[in-house]
């Protein structure tokens, strides 16, 4: 058996800093969405909860517990990242696997609101996106998947094809936004 | 022009692709004019009109908006899945 090489999504591209902003790819970990049965969300939430600790996010949210977090990731869609789904989940929804069908990258410091303002037609300020939201939007002509990590830092994802061009449009952005000053 | 989307909040037009007036679908047996006029007629009022919008670059809904196409204002917004508009599939 060949030993094959995994590339990440966003390999070959550089790690930014641009002004105060940084641009960097997220940890490759396991992903997968979970779709549940119609009528089975309160079921699959109890059973994430037993498996891994966090339940089934609301609309717009996020649940984190340790390594693993699961994002609001569509009407009736969840994605677990960071862990492998227990098996028992499979009872409550349909598991699909992810792992690298995404590139996902961070977008950190101050002024990464604004340099999401000029890709996304949502406000994504923090009066309005707290912690640990999640949503679906465009990025740029791209289905993107926006969380916030933290107060000044958002995870940004989008269909692993588009991680170059998702990288060059938030590399002009931040250059945008650090020559405003 | 802004849409309500009931899981994503108001979102700008560009998020969402359009499929036109929200019919119902006849039952597979219907008489073939039932057929023609459900794939072929169409109103076009000056005024209030149920259409099919899909959340494209949002949730992935399928939504029944009634839109003033004077003004294009927004009247109502609900989950297709919420209507009775594929009852007779
Ligand atoms: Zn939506």
């Known amino acids: ?181 | 022009m802004r849409i309500h989307c009931p899981l994503c909040g108001a979102r700008d037009r560009r998020e969402f692709s359009y499929k036109g007036a929200a019919l119902v679908r006849p039952l597979a047996a219907a008489e073939p004019e039932a057929w023609h006029a459900y794939v072929n007629l169409r109103e076009n009022p000056a005024g209030p009109l149920a259409e099919l919008w899909y959340h494209e670059m949002g949730c992935g809904s399928w939504l029944q908006v009634t839109r003033d196409t004077v003004n294009h204002s927004v009247l109502e917004v609900v989950l297709a899945r919420d209507t009775a508009l594929g009852a007779g599939a």
């Not at chain 1, 989940?89 to 995404?102: C, F, N, R």
Request: with cysteine.
């Open chain 1, 1 to 181: 058996m060949v030993d094959l090489l995994a590339k990440t999504a966003c390999d070959g591209l550089a790690s930014l800093n641009i002004g105060t902003v940084s641009l960097r790819e997220g940890r490759a970990v396991p992903m997968t969405t979970l779709a549940p049965f119609r009528g089975q969300q309160v079921a699959l939430d109890a059973a994430l909860q037993a498996a891994h600790g966090l339940g089934f996010p609301p609309i717009g949210g996020s649940c984190q517990r340790e390594e693993a977090r699961a994002l609001w990731f569509g009407r009736d869609l969840g994605l677990l990242m960071g862990v492998e789904p227990e098996a028992t989940l499979a009872q409550y929804a349909a598991l699909t696997d992810q792992s690298q069908g995404w590139a996902v990258m961070q977008l950190a410091g101050l002024g990464a609101e604004e340099v999401l303002a000029r890709l996304c037609p949502v406000d994504l300020r923090l009066s309005a996106f707290g912690v640990g939201a999640a949503l679906r939007t465009e990025a740029k002509h791209m289905q993107a998947s926006i969380c916030r990590l933290e107060e000044d830092c958002f995870q940004i994802m989008v269909f692993r094809s588009m991680a170059r061009t998702m990288y060059h449009d938030l590399k002009t952005a931040m250059e945008a936004r650090a020559a405003r000053g």
